[in-house]
């Protein structure tokens, strides 16, 4: 099993430019979850999904950040603009309906997002 | 404002010897918690977790003690291997069992030394 795959691994932009990453849950899991770290705040949780529909978008921190899912095998984070406060690492996970989902949330290795 | 706190932001412990990780929450529905481990590179994975309605749970050399009336939880490892050596996330949720969302803490890295 290929488990949750992320990309790009690491992206270096500049203020202002479009930065968009990439995530493939796990074939069969219905719910998909982003996450963001930063020394400051820890591990965030973004946005999830279930069934491709957003569930909760409360950790969204502004509306430079947006977040999709048009198939359940594909979901992207954009940030438009980019600011070097949003430079942390990102992680998508997912996992599927189950009795104890919070133990089955597989995570992927994350992107390393720089913002000069 | 963080609902879930661990304090430390670093341990370091010798081989064989035991380790202990706190963690703090303010949240008073938080019913559920669980401990994450973290490689660099590598995603989060599950390690163990609690409910509310216990104190202790307990798998092979990892143990978690909860104590609600001081809204406390700890992660004691024993005997500590150098293999331990990783990020340790404390998390919670409210729901029970059946939650999607977690809250986080910051994350305390351990070190465990040959």
């Known amino acids: 099993d290929a488990g949750v795959i992320q990309s790009p691994r690491h992206e270096v932009t500049e203020m202002g430019q479009e930065v968009t990453l990439r995530c493939k849950p796990i074939?069969?899991?219905?719910?998909l979850f982003w996450y963001r770290q930063t020394m400051m705040r820890g591990l965030e949780l973004l946005i999830y999904?279930?069934?491709?529909?957003?569930?909760?978008d409360s950790g969204m921190p502004e509306d430079r950040f947006s977040a999709k899912m048009p198939n359940a095998s594909f979901s992207t984070l954009k940030i438009q603009p980019s600011e070097p406060r949003d430079s942390a690492v990102y992680f998508c996970?997912?996992?599927?309906?189950?009795?104890?989902?919070?133990?089955?949330?597989?995570f992927g290795p994350g992107t390393r997002l720089l913002v000069l | 404002d963080q609902q879930v706190k661990q304090n430390s932001p670093s341990l370091s412990v010798q081989e064989g010897r035991i380790s202990i990780l706190n963690c703090d929450y303010t949240?008073?529905?938080?019913?559920?918690f669980l401990w994450y481990k973290k490689y660099p590179a590598e995603g989060p994975t599950f390690l163990i977790s609690i409910s509310s309605i216990k104190d202790k749970n307990e798998d092979g050399r990892f143990t978690v003690f909860l104590n609600k009336s001081a809204k406390h939880l700890s992660l004691h490892i024993v005997p500590s291997q150098p293999g331990d050596s990783a990020v340790y996330f404390c998390?919670?949720?409210?729901?029970?069992?059946?939650?999607?969302?977690?809250?986080f803490g910051k994350g305390t890295k351990l070190s465990v030394i040959p």
């Open positions: 996970a997912s996992t599927s309906r189950d009795r104890v989902p919070q133990e089955t949330q597989y």
């Open positions: 998390a919670a949720s409210s729901g029970g069992a059946g939650s999607y969302q977690l809250t």
């Open positions: 949240n008073s529905m938080f019913d559920y």
């Open positions: 999904f279930n069934n491709n529909v957003p569930i909760d």
């Open positions: 074939s069969g899991h219905d719910y």
